[in-house]
């Protein structure tokens, strides 16, 4: 079962408007979310994270908003730029007899049109 | 600077050859994790370690071993190669307590 959903495989946003991409997950022990971007051949890239205590996190142009009644995670990412064009990531982590892992979904290929 | 590397960053091989990936970090980090990542699937945790001669299998552990002798490296072996191996592996690390793993580059694995 897939713990952790990205359900837009892809997404096509104009330069210089908001892209917003989208994870859902099913397991109320996550405590810990994470997004990742990844460029072709390269490892991924850590962007943005949040707690679950909190329901926003903001660094520069990316925003992370957490809705834990929804189960339910969203990046924002504005004003969009062509070098934000990458498959992005989210990842939830869980603490199980102080075994730390992360639970990845899809992933979701971003592009952005000049 | 410190980084994580991996090698090969590319690898073709034969059905049932043994074949290992490198894994080596310089961030002397604790934690270290191997991940496969296959189309729909995102990135699926294979093996992980939390310190030297810790090992620990992840969900997709089949067919695959790990060893950790020292802090700075973390081999993947895949024991008798199956062309479902056919991937990309992603080796990170992560410091003690912190929150965040930190991944090398790839190895685009081929099974043919």
């Known amino acids: 079962d897939q713990q952790v959903k990205q359900n837009s495989p892809s997404l096509s946003v104009q330069e210089g408007r908001i892209s917003i991409l989208n994870c859902d997950y099913t397991n109320s022990m996550f405590d810990y979310f994470l997004w990742y971007k990844k460029y072709p051949a390269e490892g991924p890239t850590f962007l943005i994270s949040?707690?679950?205590?909190?329901d926003k996190n903001e660094d520069g142009r990316f925003t992370v908003f957490l809705n834990k009644s929804a189960k339910h995670l969203s990046l924002h990412i504005v004003p969009s730029q062509p070098g934000d064009s990458a498959v992005y990531f989210c990842?939830?982590?869980?603490?199980?007899?102080?075994?730390?892992?992360?639970?990845f979904g899809q992933g979701t290929r971003l592009t952005i049109n000049p | 600077d410190a980084e994580i590397t991996q090698s090969p960053r590319h690898k073709i091989t034969e059905t049932g050859r043994q074949v290992t990936l490198a894994c080596h970090q310089t961030?002397?980090?604790?934690?270290m994790f191997w991940y496969r990542q296959d189309l729909g699937h995102g990135l699926r945790l294979i093996h992980y370690s939390y310190g030297v001669q810790d090992t620990n299998k992840g969900e997709v552990s089949d067919g695959y071993s790990v060893s950790r002798s020292n802090t700075e490296d973390l081999p993947l072996t895949l024991e008798s190669a199956a062309s479902s191996q056919t991937s990309v592996y992603f080796c990170?690390?992560?410091?003690?307590?912190?929150?965040?793993?930190?991944f090398g580059p790839g190895t685009r694995l081929t099974v043919l």
């Open positions: 961030w002397n980090h604790n934690n």
């Open positions: 990170a690390s992560r410091a003690g307590g912190g929150d965040t793993q930190y």
């Open positions: 990842a939830a982590r869980s603490i199980i007899q102080g075994a730390q892992k992360l639970v």
């Open positions: 949040i707690s679950s205590i909190k």
